[in-house]
């Protein structure tokens, strides 16, 4: 099975400021990758797919980058909604698996 | 619009089954493969199974393989997980989820169904 692995874990962060959450994978997945958001109760939401293709309807401040075995998603200028945890997950090969995910709060 | 719809909260015991059901609305239905994902209180996410609702065939996780079945009836646009000898670790909140093949990604999602397994 791929390992997915992300970093940090638990960011916390200020409203503006720049985050950037990091996705590792134990072999090489080309560019198989999406992210996704998810809060308290809810079912995940697609942001980012193939990458770095942003979901129709995703605030631009959010952008994906990387291929192969390391991706990152970044969020330009952090906004109140954007509290919540992040999902990276592959698709290269079953079983498709997501990362730990990395919970993103309130400094 | 579009969406999937699950079915409500079960609570199990040990050893028995459940059987959680998924229908979709707003689209063509055999034209787009629905996966299952879980999600145990406090933690991350599981991807199950995926099933074709056109063809019906299936592909499992492997720790899953034996104890889980996926169903559809193209009459009502519904896909239904069964997962059978249920263990306190298979308390979770079951999700369907359809697969978007020009974004090779989960775009619609299900609300979640809470599968309680307790004695």
């Known amino acids: 099975d791929i390992q997915m692995t992300q970093s940090p874990s638990t960011l916390s962060a200020s409203v503006g400021d720049r985050v950037t959450i990091t996705c590792r994978a134990s072999?090489?997945?080309?560019?198989?990758l999406a992210w996704y958001q998810q809060k308290p109760g809810k079912a995940p939401k697609l942001l980012i797919y193939?990458?770095?293709s942003l979901e129709s309807g995703v605030p631009s401040r959010f952008s994906g980058s990387g291929s192969g075995t390391e991706f990152t998603l970044t969020i330009s200028s952090l906004q109140p909604d954007d509290f919540a945890i992040y999902y990276c997950?592959?698709?290269?090969?079953?079983?498709?698996?997501f990362g730990q995910g990395t919970k993103v709060e309130i400094k | 619009q579009v969406q999937l719809v699950q079915s409500g909260a079960e609570v199990r015991k040990p050893g028995a089954s459940v059987k959680v059901s998924c229908k979709a609305s707003?689209?063509?239905?055999?034209?787009?493969?629905i996966h299952w994902v879980r999600q145990a209180p406090g933690q991350g996410l599981e991807w199950m199974g995926i099933?074709?609702?056109?063809?019906?065939?299936?592909t499992y996780a492997q720790k899953l393989q034996g104890r889980v079945t996926m169903t559809r009836d193209t009459s009502t646009s519904t896909v239904y997980m069964e997962l059978s000898s249920l263990r306190s670790e298979d308390t979770a909140v079951y999700y369907c989820?359809?697969?978007?093949?020009?974004?090779?990604?989960?775009?619609?999602w299900g609300q979640g169904t809470m599968v309680t397994v307790s004695s």
């Open positions: 997950q592959q698709y290269n090969s079953y079983p498709w698996t």
């Open positions: 193939k990458a770095s």
């Open positions: 099933i074709n609702p056109s063809g019906g065939s299936t």
């Open positions: 989820a359809r697969f978007s093949g020009s974004r090779a990604a989960f775009d619609v």
């Open positions: 072999q090489s997945i080309s560019s198989w």
């Open positions: 707003g689209y063509t239905f055999t034209s787009y493969y």
